[in-house]
Structure formats: structure tokens, C-alpha cells
């Protein structure tokens, strides 16, 4: 077979997201204890952090609001500046990634993509500084998360703390490999919800991380891309979810076994991304599969040649076509 017709075995990637994608599973595989605990102090050598500017930076400035200081429940809030006062923006309130253990809303990759986010959409973006893992096993953040879904609703008329642009009725959740499984789950605990003003639109499922108890070994032939393992996989699910539970938790497996009927409820239209190169790109189809199964309005992108997190990297190609496919989800949603 000629090399040109032979099928990729791993990610044509410039060395900067390839090297900083293999320092940060590294260090995240040295900070994950046996005692599952985390050491976060090694961690925080490679999580570098951005601080909130009211002074515009790149067309975007920031702030952190508290919701709840007993446990430390804030976001940042992101309102680009170029756009005219006048204008109505959606609102994307974003759950970061990290295996439900690392990362905040203030991590500086983070910072950065939701800093782009609200510039290139445009858009107020909120990023949630949900709990983390192992100190605060499910079902924390989506606690979390409808509580902040409930402070927007409570606070979109006080622009001392919103801004007048900001849009809540086109409301939309997003959220990339843990985040992505948050906003799933937190669309469907809001049917129990009564919002004033706050409407959901849309959920923007990026890499969603989800399992189950049996192990496809399909989606591990991914081996040479700088992504999760199995046994991290293994490690994150057992700090996440409730002692003495498996990977068929409905939180997990969500179409699986113990899953919960979602046929009854009100979901807003989800858009799934998937890559290529990610090695948990099966449970991300299966997902999809399942969401189409029970009727839910869903959309499938792949970029098939994109490793996990790569809408993290603006030089890459595939990041470019997301944000373009994100503006064009909202876009479409929104005219409904």
C-alpha cells in the first residue's frame, strides 16, 4: 500500500500544542494520587492563571462575579467591547474541561479561548468556576451550574453586574470533555427549573467526555495521539463519581443501563464535536446516537484529523472551522 493511502496513525501537529498537550497529561497523570486525592501544588506549576481586566484586551474585557462565597462558586464574565452598546449578544455560560478534577475558570488556556469566544462570535460569555473532583464528588457542579443559571436569571436586569447587551433570552450552555458532559446534564435538570427571563436555546457539546462500565477498545486505536488514557480515564470517573459506583452511573453512561428517561423533557437543540485523534471520540457518537434515539434536535461535527482539545490552539485549522460552526449553531438557533 502506498504511504499516501495508508490510514493516519497519529495528528499532523505544530510542536506547540504537541508539546504542551503531552507536558500537561503528564503532569496531570504525576498529580493524580492512588489514594485518589490530587496534588494540586504540582499541578499548579503548569496551570498557569490570567487575572479579570476591566480594561479591554483584545476587544474583550473581564470580571469575576461571586455567587456563592461559602464554596467559592464564581464566574468570569466576558463582554466584548467592540460591539455596539445597542446590540444584542447571546450569552454563553461555559464549563471547562479537565476530567471533572482540574483546571478553573480563571486557568489561562481557558481564559483565553472564552476570551476569544466572546470576540469572534460575538458573545457574553460566563465561564463557571464550578467544584472539582475528588473534593467534591457529582453531583457538585451541576449544582453549581444551575445555580449560576439561576443568579443570571435573578441578576439580567442589574447591569451593575450584567451587561445591558447581554442577551438571556438566547441562552446558550457550552462546555468541552468534562464541561461537555456538565452541560448535558445540567439541560435536563433546568426542566425542573422556573426562569423569569433566562431561555435555552442551544447546547454545544465539545468533546463531551462520557463512558461506560465495559470498555470499547475501538476508541483506545487512537494510540499516538497526546490525549487521556484509559487508566486516567479510570481514575477521573472513580474521583468523580459517587463512592462504590461504576461507569454505568447515568452521569457517565447516559444512555446505558441506569439511564435516566430523557424522552419526556425539554432539551435545546445540542451541536456534538468530535475529533478525529480523540481517543474518546465512541462515547461522543454513542452519545449522539442516543440523543437521536429518544427524538432530541442534534448535530454531528467531526473534524477528523483534530486530537482532544483542539479548539484550545487558534493556529490550528480545525479551531477556526469551530468557531465558525459555534457562530453558526447560535446563529441559526436563535432566529427560532
Known sequence: MPDSDKPKTSPDLPWKPKLHQYIINFVIRSSCRNNLTVNRSLFNLVDLKSSASDKPKHGVKSSDITVDSSRNLWFRLYTPTDASP???????????????????????????????????????????????APEHRYPSP????????????DSS????????SADVKHCFLAGDSAGGNLVHHVAVLSNDCSF????LNGVIAIQPYFSEEKRDESGM???????????????????????????????????????????????????????????????????YEGMMKYGKEVYLIEYSDAIHGFYLW????????????????IESQSAK
Open 86 to 132: 445597542t446590540t444584542s449578544l447571546p450569552v454563553i455560560v461555559y464549563f471547562h474541561g479537565g476530567g471533572f478534577a482540574f483546571f478553573d475558570a480563571n486557568s489561562k488556556s481557558y481564559d483565553d479561548f472564552c476570551r476569544r469566544l466572546a470576540r469572534e462570535l460575538p458573545a457574553v460569555v460566563i465561564s463557571v468556576n464550578y467544584r472539582l
Open 142 to 153: 451541576l449544582e453549581d451550574g444551575i445555580d449560576v443559571l439561576k443568579f443570571i436569571d
Open 157 to 164: 436586569n442589574n447591569i451593575d453586574c450584567f451587561p445591558a
Open 196 to 199: 423569569r427571563e433566562l431561555k
Open 221 to 287: 486505536k487512537v494510540r499516538k495521539a497526546p490525549s487521556a488514557s484509559e487508566d486516567l480515564g479510570h481514575w477521573m470517573w472513580t474521583a468523580y463519581l459517587p463512592e462504590g459506583s461504576d461507569r454505568d452511573h447515568p452521569t457517565a453512561n447516559v444512555f446505558g443501563p441506569n439511564a435516566v428517561d430523557i424522552s419526556s423533557l425539554k432539551i435545546p437543540a445540542t451541536l456534538v464535536v468530535i475529533g478525529g485523534f480523540d481517543p474518546l471520540k465512541v462515547g461522543q457518537k454513542k452519545y
Open 314 to 329: 487558534p493556529e490550528l485549522i480545525e479551531s477556526s472551522l469551530f468557531i465558525k460552526a459555534v457562530k453558526d449553531f
